[in-house]
Nanobody, 116 residues
């Protein structure tokens, strides 16, 4: 069955870095556009970053992520990554991996907490 499994979340101090990973299975990973979303308590889920599929590799970022976050993918490993630097308390959220092409798949999320 289809699975998206996120990892790499945790507690980090302001200004710190984290690298999130998401591994997919059960679908043709390379054909899917992959995205990271996040949802903070009491807020709607929002798009953080996306990378196109089918060998495109085009990336897009939310304004809040530009210059601090970088999305990448390794189709050989069925993996997508989100490198985050200069983290701020407002980056605290559950981060979700999303795959979208002929279907739309979600992971269960990984918690990122930025706090001193």
């Amino acid at each position: 069955q289809v699975q998206l499994v996120e990892s790499g979340g945790g507690l980090v101090q302001p200004g710190g870095s984290l690298r999130l990973s998401c591994v997919g299975s059960g679908f043709t990973f390379s054909k899917y556009a992959m995205s990271w979303y996040r949802q903070a308590p009491g807020k709607e889920r929002e798009l953080v970053a996306s990378i196109s599929g089918a060998g495109g590799g085009t990336t897009t970022y939310a304004d809040s992520a530009k210059g601090r976050f970088a999305i990448s993918r390794d189709n050989a490993k069925n993996a997508v990554y989100l490198q985050m630097i200069s983290l701020k308390p407002e980056d605290t959220a559950v981060y979700y991996c999303n795959a979208r092409w002929s279907a739309n798949y979600w992971g269960r999320g990984t918690q990122v907490t930025v706090s001193s």
